[in-house]
């Protein structure tokens, strides 16, 4: 199982599912979301793409998606953001440095 890149796909990956813009002009993201109940030797309509924003789970398509860290080094370099967790902790660190 593999990416559009050539990256090897995992269950449990943070992935960019991309397309075909208006009119057919340009690519854009489609949705992102952890990749879960992929089968190893298909790269094409395998798995299911659970999204980041809640929803229902959709098909994933591998051939047309990108592990999280690669569109992130594509777009500049950019470093992930901090964990959900991390963010509570900075939040809570905040809110008691106010008082």
Known sequence: MHYRNGR????GDVIVSVGMG???YGI???RTG????????????????VPLTGGAPEGACLADCFHIDDVLQMIGG???????ISWKD????????EK
Do not use: F, W
Request: hydrophobic share 35%; aromatic share 2%.
């Open 8 to 11: 090897e796909a995992k269950n």
């Open 22 to 24: 208006i009119a057919g």
């Open 28 to 30: 854009v993201v489609l």
């Open 34 to 49: 952890v990749l879960h109940n992929a089968q190893p030797g298909n790269d094409y309509c395998n798995g299911t793409l």
């Open 78 to 84: 950019a470093e992930r953001p901090p964990s959900v």
């Open 90 to 97: 900075h939040l809570m660190r905040c809110r008691t440095e």
